[in-house]
C-alpha cells in the first residue's frame, strides 16, 4: 500500500507492515521517502502515546503543514495497548494524503 498526494509517493510499505490506529495508518520509519518530511514546531501530547513530533510534507514543490507525526518515544502503556511497538511510524492526515495500492 502507498500514502500519496497527487503522483507522489510519501510511504510505501505491505500492508501487515503497517499499524493502523484510531483511523489512522502508521508506516514503518524505512517505508517513507527520503526528503518528503520536514520538521515542524507545533506541539502535541497524546494522553495515551505520548509526546507527538510534528512534520510538514514536501511533495511537488508543494508544502503541507503539519500533514504527518510520529511518535518517538511512545508510553510503554501504548505498546501494550496496540500489542505493537509503533515508535517513530509516521502517520499523515487522511484529509490531504491518499491511500493506494
Known amino acids: 500500500m502507498k ?4 503522483e507522489t509517493v510519501l510511504a ?10 484510531e483511523g489512522n495508518i502508521y508506516w514503518p520509519p524505512d517505508s517513507v ?15 495515551w502515546k505520548g509526546r507527538a513530533t510534528y512534520y ?5 514543490g ?11 518515544d511512545l508510553k510503554e502503556s501504548a505498546v ?10 509516521v ?3 487522511a484529509r490531504e494524503v ?3 495500492n
Open 33 to 47: 521517502t527520503a526528503d518528503v518530511l520536514r520538521g515542524s514546531p507545533t506541539p502535541y501530547t497524546c494522553p
Open 80 to 89: 501494550t495497548r496496540v500489542g505493537r511497538d509503533f515508535s517513530g511510524y
Open 62 to 72: 508543494t508544502v503541507l503543514r503539519d500533514v504527518a507525526w510520529s511518535y518517538p
Open 98 to 100: 491518499g491511500i493506494g
Open 12 to 21: 510505501e510499505a505491505a500492508n501487515d507492515a503497517v499499524v493502523r490506529i
Open 91 to 93: 502517520a499523515f492526515d
Open 3 to 6: 500514502a500519496l498526494i497527487g
Open 56 to 60: 510538514d510534507v514536501v511533495a511537488g
